[in-house]
């Protein structure tokens, strides 16, 4: 420790311990005496930015940088007056308390810290964000919006000229973007408002004058009504993407108005975009989800400060079974035990809770205080836990007796930051944490003994989130650099020849990813929800977007619904990919589960028929270099054959609908190929040519034999089916 050269540290000597605490609280009380009331109140401002609030323990000096504080000569003045006592240190740039005893021993300090520490959270909470908006280069999604910017906003009425102008800057752009947002929904709402109500109107008024109006008035009618709904089927398409309930009722309302075949095809298009349900209760926003793994509960947790358990059995219909209130804001939620424990993890604690009645969960006991803040939670079978936590550490728990939980081991080395998620693979011997910019994978076979695997870098800004696939050898992680990856992890302890695929296409953060149960299919969220085809893990393809999507996402056991923060969509009114240009035919394989298309794109795709509400799909058969024309399967649905305008037949086996295989190519030679049909045993192949028809055997579909042919200026033949209907050829 230096010697004290000041005046008043010399009157210290060599005293008792409690002199020279008295002493240094009489210098610091003296100093602050000596300032003028102005440049006391940048006194205590200041000494309340250099203190970090304990959670638990006892507050300590903080580092500041100098640029946190207004550059005026009063702030110069105060910090020359406070260092010239030895009460502060000025050193590079930054500001720090001389010594910690002066926030245990000056009372006027102790005063400030304990008036309101709520109010001093969310100050510094405040001085924080300010700084990360400023280091991503005023970021609109930076900004605060909703409860948080309500609060700090009522901490500048309360305390304004506590906060710098870099904080005021902050606030005041955070109002305006909020602002601006909430005049163009009002905007919006009313005047969508005004346009149903006219509608009804109108179809009270057109069904009124319908059975009194003469010819010619209901002509003028039902062009007005025409007009009408054109206009409200254009405005339903405006809107469809952010709110597609609302667009479906300006739809069938300008349908039931005027149902004239474009209004129809606008009604149609509506189903395009699949209609989400909304669990509505919370007040802040939704941070985390878990669905149970057995059982159709769903567990949302919110900033809030409430755990909500919902049933989502019927996806359009959720129901409410229980709100679990915390003191502290929530920040993850897990099931474990099949479904009969919840932990929930706050800014401050970690809680078990017996869920085994959801509509009565009953809490079962509350972890011991670490010396870092819990910031995720995940459940493996076998009574283990994992939290990670503020230090960059995650922590693994014996909760084998809920009651009674054991501390088993940290990991280490941890991450350079907060660990921002952790979870564990399908069998639980692997443990992947996220934080800073990598994911670490850890094997925790043994949990009390946790061993570094591997650390997976690639992505340039903190990982947000990842999620194993259900064999285990894939790992998808997702980043505030706006990008997923995909990385292969088998045999993750030999060096990694193969990079990750990254996925692009995201507006925003990418805050979750989750793999379907069957592990085709990857959901990243980050301002829009991509849907991924992973049947090449190594190149996975986009199928599908939904406009929204913000923090976590998880599929039900069944697969059939995903839900997001606090929406749910039903997976089967979603179709996945498109054809690029006009389809050209349809035809189902036997059974119905399968259905063949073709386009002018150039291809024919195969897709799953999910419940007859939705396609899911399951390949694309490419080669065609012009126009596929027809599409037709053999009876026993194990062959499918292509016709194409570059005159050529495609033979494809079909057996696996995901994997189909070429195994011939007919070349009838007669001009492009405009139909093809097969006849009731299936050996048969009929080909429709631009300058003829022909029979083709298939009996073996790798070796097609041509049997005969029909040219244009051939013979006249008669055909009959069935005794009720001829033709003549």
Sequence with gaps: MSSCTSPAYGRIGHGSPLSIQHALAHTAEAAYRALSPVQQDLARSLFLRLTALGDGTEDTRRRIARDEL???????????????????????????????????CWPRLRGWLTEDRDR???HRQLTDATAGWERQGHDPHALYRGARLAAALELAAA???????????????????????????????????????????????????????????????????????????????????????LAAQLNLAAYRLAATGDVRD????????????????????????????????????????????????????????????????????????????????????????????????????????????????????????????????????????????????????????????????????????T?????????????????????????TDTVTSAAFSPDGRTVATGSWDRTARVWDIAGSRSPRKQPPAVLLGHPAIVWSVAFSPDGSMLVSVGGSTLFWDLAAPA?????????????????????????????????????????????????????????????????????????????????????????????AFSPGGRTLVTASEDTTVRVWDVTDPRRPRLTSVLTPGAGEVGGVGFGPGGHLLAVRAQDAAELWDLTDPGNPRPLSRIAEDGPVVTTASSGRTAARW
């Design 70 to 104: 207004d550059p005026n000569p009063d702030t110069a003045y105060v910090l020359e007056s406070l260092a010239r006592q030895r009460l502060v240190t000025l050193d590079e740039g930054c500001v720090e308390i001389t010594h910690e005893a002066v926030i245990r």
């Design 266 to 433: 606008q009604l149609m298009s509506a189903f395009a975009v699949p209609y989400t349900s909304r669990l509505t209760g919370h007040t802040s926003d939704v941070v985390s989800i878990s669905v149970a793994p057995k059982g159709t509960v769903l567990a949302t947790a919110s900033w809030d400060r409430t755990v909500r358990l919902w049933d989502i059995g019927d996806t359009h219909h959720p129901v409410q079974l229980a709100v679990v209130n915390q003191p502290e804001r929530l920040m993850s939620v897990a099931f474990g035990e099949g479904g009969r424990v919840l932990a929930t993890a706050s800014e401050r604690s970690v809680r078990l809770w017996d869920v085994a009645d959801p509509r009565v969960p009953a809490e079962l006991t509350t972890l011991p205080d670490q010396r870092s803040a819990p910031t995720w939670v995940a459940y493996r079978p076998g009574g283990v836990i994992a939290t990670g936590h503020t230090d960059g550490a995650a922590r693994l728990w014996n909760v084998n007796d809920p009651r009674h939980p054991r501390l088993l081991a940290t990991t280490s080395p941890g991450h350079t930051g907060t660990v921002t998620s952790v979870t564990f693979s399908p069998d639980g011997r692997t443990l992947a944490t």
């Design 539 to 631: 190149n996975p393809k986009r199928a599908g977007t939904v406009q929204g999507g913000f923090y976590q996402a998880a599929f039900s056991p069944d697969g059939r619904t995903l839900a997001n923060s606090d929406r749910l969509l039903d997976l089967r009114d979603l179709s996945l990919a498109t054809h690029d240009d006009v389809v050209t035919s349809l035809a189902f394989g036997p059974g119905g589960h399968v259905l063949a298309s073709a386009s002018w794109d150039g291809t024919a795709r195969l897709w799953q028929v999910t419940g007859g509400r939705a396609l899911w799909p399951l390949s694309v058969l490419p080669g065609h270099t012009r126009f596929v024309r027809a599409v």
């Design 435 to 459: 934080g800073d910019t990598t994911t670490r994978l850890w094997d925790v076979t043994d949990p009390s003994n946790p061993l570094l695997l591997d650390v997976l870098r690639g992505h």
């Design 159 to 245: 305390e304004g000229s506590r906060l710098t102008s870099r904080e005021r800057r902050f606030l005041d752009a955070s109002r305006e973007a909020e602002a601006g947002e909430m005049v163009a929904v009002r905007r919006r709402t009313v005047r969508l408002r005004q346009l149903v109500t006219l509608l009804t109107v109108l179809v009270v008024v057109a069904a009124t004058a319908g059975g009194l109006a003469v010819d010619s008035r209901d002509s003028a009618i039902r062009q007005r009504n025409v007009a009408i709904a054109r206009k409200a089927a254009a405005d339903a398409a405006e809107v469809r993407q952010q709110n597609p309930s």
């Design 120 to 122: 001093l959270l969310l």
